[in-house]
């Protein structure tokens, strides 16, 4: 009697949460004179930054590009809990046609402070004493904090000046100590790994002859462990090679598949498990499939699927949220968020469509929410430097919606109290023949923290979180039925 009136209890506390939480947030960022597209969003704490690459004309654009007639960079805002906007801070060439490339990527420091990396365009040049002239780009980084209360300290590094570099941005990742850009130089015919040692603000260079790899078509890289991996065609294009670097930038291994996919996403499973997003084209029609692949061993499995992945990132070892655009079914400008799980099929899917809104990237937050960033198209010409084309949203919705079966009768599901917890958490099925049996716990963004296997399964199990860092955990909890069930967990 007295279990059911708990579980009771328990019950009403949770639709109680769930109605204050229910009501995704949506707004828009923009300035008056200056055209924003929302490519990255982190955050830190109870903070989120946003990166959009601007556009600003002044005046008006004509048609073709004309030194002077516009400035271009990236624009970063902080925002609260609530997307309302803390500070914004715009990086631009100061002018002129040519000079910096927007950025479309960044990463966070321990120390707080934010690496984004980014190209300047030099224009054609001629190079190595020869008639040969090409259009020169060479990698650069900005350094800059958000947080502190004092307007932002903005450092520009440059990596190096040689005139005939041709790059391009591929990647980019950080560990405590370093931010790694990994850029493709087409005309030296390499790539390029930077280290920008953050104690002494120094790069460390090291560079990739290209012998098997082709030099055109996609790169994508993952990080794994101390090591990483750079994914792109061969140069006959009839297949997939993949290097593995260690973390000096000294490539450990070689891989080839006969794969014609050209992908566009890759993340890190388990393991040496990667899934891989391509496109192929069969029978003169362009698919889109899911592969996981094993470097080791090759495929081992391949999926075809009728939606149109736009990005994907982890919720743990075998779970992912994707976010997509089901082209067949959906209006134009809406898109949906889903959680692919082991079988790599779709579950949970919520659909969102808000006015000329075109996502870009999804992240799961600090504080357990996901995060969409993208653009919002208003116009299709360049027409006033008073009303640009394109503007940058932000869409945050609960993570529950990813981890809940919204199908499923919410008594035969489990409960967790108390949530937030300082010291222990109960969990508890809510019919007597299911048993939990085994448990995982992983950080906001997938990494695997610990994980416990329970010798007589119960239908209740005291978990100790004292140990933890206040935050936003993911715990896995194994039945006896052989079903997992995801629960976001919040340590005070």
């Not at 969409?372 to 006033?384: A, F, P, Q």
Request: proline residues 3%; charged residues 20%; hydrophobic residues 35%.
């Amino acid at each position: 009697m007295i279990i059911k009136k708990y579980i009771f209890l328990i019950l009403l506390l949770e639709l109680i949460l769930i109605n204050l939480n229910a009501q995704e947030k949506y707004v828009i960022l923009y300035n008056n004179d200056t055209a924003i597209v929302g490519t990255e969003i982190i955050s830190y704490k109870d903070k989120i930054v946003v990166l959009g690459t601007s556009f600003k004309f002044d005046p008006p654009y004509s048609g073709t590009p004309i030194e002077g007639e516009y400035t271009y960079g990236s624009r970063l805002f902080l925002l609260d809990a609530n997307l309302n906007i803390l500070k914004e801070q715009q990086f631009t060439n100061g002018g002129g046609a040519y000079g910096v490339i927007p950025a479309y990527n960044m990463h966070l420091l321990d120390t707080e402070e934010i690496i984004i990396p980014y190209s300047i365009n030099k224009g054609i040049v001629t190079c190595d004493n020869s008639n040969f002239a090409i259009h020169s780009k060479q990698v650069e980084a900005i350094s800059v904090n958000m947080f502190s209360n004092i307007n932002p300290n903005i450092e520009f590094h440059t990596i190096n000046d040689l005139n005939c570099e041709d790059q391009e941005i591929i990647n980019s990742f950080t560990n405590k100590n370093y931010s790694v850009t990994i850029s493709n130089d087409k005309y030296r015919k390499q790539i390029e790994f930077r280290w920008l040692n953050k104690n002494n603000i120094s790069f460390q260079k090291k560079v990739y002859q290209y012998k098997n790899l082709s030099q055109y078509g996609n790169i994508l890289c993952a990080e794994k462990d101390q090591s990483f991996f750079v994914f792109g065609s061969d140069s006959t294009f009839e297949s997939l090679l993949i290097l593995k670097f260690n973390s000096d930038g000294n490539i450990i291994s070689e891989y080839k598949f006969p794969i014609k996919s050209s992908f566009k996403k890759i993340v890190n499973k388990s393991g040496d498990l990667f899934l891989l997003i391509g496109d192929e084209y069969v029978a003169n029609n362009w698919k889109q499939y899911i592969y996981e692949l094993n470097p080791l061993i090759g495929i081992v499995r391949k999926v075809q699927i009728t939606n149109s992945i736009v990005d994907i990132t982890p919720i743990n070892e075998t779970e992912f949220a994707i976010l997509y655009k089901n082209l067949n079914t959906d209006p134009l400008r809406a898109f949906r968020i889903a959680k692919l799980d082991s079988a790599l099929t779709f579950q949970n899917e919520k659909i969102y469509n808000y006015n000329n809104s075109v996502p870009n990237k999804i992240k799961i937050l600090e504080n357990g929410k996901i995060a969409v960033v993208g653009s919002v198209y208003t116009k299709h010409e360049y027409t006033s430097k008073n009303n640009p084309y394109f503007k940058t949203f932000v869409l945050l919705d609960n993570f529950d919606i990813l981890l809940e079966n919204r199908n499923l009768n919410p008594l035969k599901k489990l409960s967790i109290y108390p949530n937030p917890a300082k010291n222990e958490i109960i969990i508890i099925t809510k019919d007597e023949e299911t048993k939990i049996q085994a448990l995982a716990l992983f950080s906001s963004n997938g990494n695997k923290i610990l994980s416990t296997k329970i010798n007589t399964p119960s239908n209740e199990y005291f978990f100790d979180v004292s140990d933890l860092s206040s935050g936003i955990y993911i715990i896995q909890i194994e039945l006896n039925n052989g079903n997992k069930v995801n629960k976001k967990i919040i340590k005070n």
